[in-house]
């Protein structure tokens, strides 16, 4: 493939720059630092405002901790890509929130990450970029791995050319070519010499994972918080026997008779989840329904690549006896989760029942006497599971609701979804 001039890049960027711009998609940028000339080419040649809502550049660790609201495991990684994906997404939807308060079905969030070349570096040491694209039913992530000698100048226009990628391909505008052929099938000039002196190219990875409507617009509405009322807040359920990028997913309304309710983030369901599930189904002769929130207290929502992790370590046990439904919701909050699920009796660890009645854990606008007057309308109850590693703090008054489970009835090994992660992360 002949080299085109730097006049025929230039001239077909700018051509693929007004075709965003002509499209109704807009978008909110978060870029790390590499490849944040991107924003400023965007911008610079007029009508930028088509297509830009907002762009943050997270620099520091702090700015970084900031932003996602909390500190990420890795700051380079597709997950976190991801994470600044989402948040860039909720800042879109609130942005074009209209007077009738609905947000806009083009706005899109961008995340990208990167570790590129630096002065004095240490031998060994990995240039990664990382692109991750939100969007109303579909989150998709791009990775590159950069093997070849470059420049940190010539790694910024790598980056940068990626990250416009992920917005043309979303906008359905015609990709430009990155530079030296990466990612082409005959790029030329790239990569490292193998063993037997062919030259391996450097390649993007790419995943996705869509969703149907009705969880896209669990995102989308306005979620459950301490500031917005529980009506707000949605329910869809999943079918495992159909793929969830379904046109519709299943109605759920309340008069349907759910007895049990364990709640979590299942990142991944493991072994102690099972038996505490196994253990409530069989003392109340009644299957589980597991309910997963998208939008989280202080952490940013769940994107729909790690929903469907977390889906696959569920769906591994649809056919034993425990199982019931899978919900998705938009309720972080177990006040919002009683009033979407009442008369039921929901499955909490020692953790979460540490927080379950105290006031801070709402805001600060109920108190200990109002929770518990909630939960008794609702008529809600808790089946609690004590760990070793924690010291649980039980006030009378709460008993009425709770049953707690003792630590020598629970087979409790030390396992949790965390250790699971670092494990697989590690490897």
């Known amino acids: 493939m002949a080299d085109k001039s730097a006049a025929d890049e230039n001239s077909i960027l700018l051509e693929r720059i007004f075709q965003i711009h002509e499209s109704p998609c807009k978008v909110v940028l978060a870029i790390t630092g590499g490849g944040a000339e991107v924003i400023g080419e965007l911008l610079r040649h007029g009508s930028g405002s088509a297509t830009v809502l907002d762009a943050a550049v997270p620099y520091g660790m702090k700015a970084m901790d900031r932003f996602l609201g909390r500190k990420p495991e890795k700051y380079c990684s597709e997950k976190t890509a991801r994470s600044m994906a989402m948040v860039a997404y909720q800042r879109a939807l609130e942005l074009s929130k209209g007077s009738d308060g609905s947000a806009d079905l083009d706005v899109i969030g961008i995340g990208a990450t990167c570790k590129l070349k630096a002065a004095n570096e240490r031998e060994g040491r990995k240039h990664?970029?990382?692109?991750?694209?939100?969007?109303?039913?579909?989150?998709?992530?791009?990775?590159?791995?950069?093997?070849?000698?470059?420049?940190?100048?010539?790694?910024?226009?790598?980056?940068?050319?990626?990250?416009?990628?992920?917005?043309?391909?979303?906008?359905?505008?015609?990709?430009?070519?990155?530079?030296?052929?990466?990612?082409?099938?005959?790029?030329?000039?790239?990569?490292?010499?193998?063993?037997?002196?062919?030259r391996e190219r450097e390649k993007i990875f790419e995943k996705y994972a869509s969703v149907s409507g009705a969880v896209g617009d669990l995102l989308r509405q306005q979620s459950c918080s301490p500031e917005s009322p529980c009506e707000t807040a949605g329910v869809a359920r999943i079918n495992f026997d159909e793929a969830i990028d379904t046109e519709k997913s299943p109605e759920y309304t309340k008069s349907e008779e759910i007895k049990l309710v364990f709640s979590g983030s299942f990142d991944p369901c493991h072994k102690n989840h099972v038996f505490m599930a196994k253990r409530a189904s069989k003392k109340y002769n009644s299957p589980v329904h597991f309910e997963i929130s998208l939008t989280n207290v202080d952490k940013p929502p769940i994107d729909f690549i790690s929903l469907d992790q977390r889906l696959d370590s569920l769906r591994k046990y649809k056919r034993e006896a425990f199982m019931g439904g899978v919900y998705l919701t938009n309720a972080p909050l177990f006040l919002q989760k009683a009033d979407l699920f009442p008369n039921s009796t929901f499955i909490i660890g020692a953790d979460t029942f540490n927080r379950l009645f105290d006031a801070k854990y709402y805001g600060g606008i109920e108190d200990t006497a109002a929770i518990l007057r909630s939960f008794q309308e609702k008529n809600v109850r808790f089946m609690v599971f004590h760990r070793k590693s924690i010291k649980m703090s039980v006030n009378p008054e709460v008993l009425e609701f709770c049953e707690i489970i003792p630590v020598d009835e629970y087979e409790d090994d030390g396992t949790s979804s965390r250790e699971i992660r670092r494990m697989r992360e590690n490897k």
């Open 128 to 198: 990664e970029v990382h692109v991750a694209i939100q969007a109303y039913r579909e989150t998709g992530v791009r990775t590159l791995e950069l093997t070849a000698d470059r420049t940190r100048e010539e790694e910024e226009k790598i980056a940068a050319a990626l990250i416009f990628n992920v917005l043309a391909h979303h906008c359905g505008v015609p990709e430009i070519d990155l530079p030296n052929g990466i990612g082409t099938k005959d790029g030329i000039g790239t990569g490292i010499e193998t063993a037997e002196g062919e």
